[in-house]
């Protein structure tokens, strides 16, 4: 079977491109903030992971690998409602000690749950 010389072609600059995007993120990697992030999630005793629209799908999978990998891990996803508004109520629950952390993310949960939010 003969392949469409302009398949290859996209093909090409497929790869290509996908070689250019990781030639640049190599460029602006930062080795001691990735290994700090790391420790900061193997170091959690929970971690939510939250995702909207496009990234929910990531979110879903996330939340998976991290359970499978011995992690108490809980997904937030939403496919309508704007990002913006989930992170900044994620980062400013995070802001708050423990104790008042978990008490407003139960009640950010069923008040999401009223939103059409999916846990």
Same mark, same amino acid.
Request: hydrophobic share 45%; aromatic share 8%.
């Given at each position: 079977?003969?392949? $469409?010389?302009?398949?290859?072609?996209?093909?090409?600059?497929?790869?290509?491109?996908?070689?250019?995007?990781?030639?640049?993120?190599?460029?602006?990697?930062?080795?001691?903030?990735?290994?700090?992030?790391?420790?900061?999630?193997? $170091?959690?005793?929970?971690?939510?992971?939250?995702?909207? +629209?496009?990234?929910?799908?990531?979110?879903?999978?996330?939340?998976?690998?991290?359970? +499978?990998?011995?992690? +108490?891990?809980?997904?937030?996803? &939403?496919? &309508?409602?704007?990002?913006?508004?989930?992170?900044?109520?994620?980062? &400013?629950?995070?802001?708050?000690?423990?104790?008042? &952390?978990?008490?407003?993310?139960?009640?950010?949960?069923?008040?999401?749950?009223?939103?059409?939010?999916?846990?």
């Amino acid at each position: 079977m003969e392949v $469409n010389p302009r398949i290859n072609d996209i093909f090409n600059q497929v790869i290509n491109k996908e070689i250019q995007n990781l030639n640049n993120m190599m460029d602006v990697f930062d080795e001691n903030a990735f290994g700090k992030i790391i420790e900061e999630v193997l $170091n959690a005793p929970e971690i939510i992971v939250v995702g909207t +629209r496009a990234s929910a799908t990531i979110a879903i999978y996330a939340e998976f690998i991290l359970n +499978r990998i011995g992690k +108490r891990a809980k997904k937030i996803i &939403s496919v &309508s409602v704007p990002i913006c508004l989930i992170n900044t109520i994620a980062i &400013s629950i995070g802001q708050l000690d423990e104790e008042t &952390s978990f008490k407003h993310l139960n009640e950010f949960e069923d008040i999401a749950k009223d939103m059409g939010f999916y846990f």
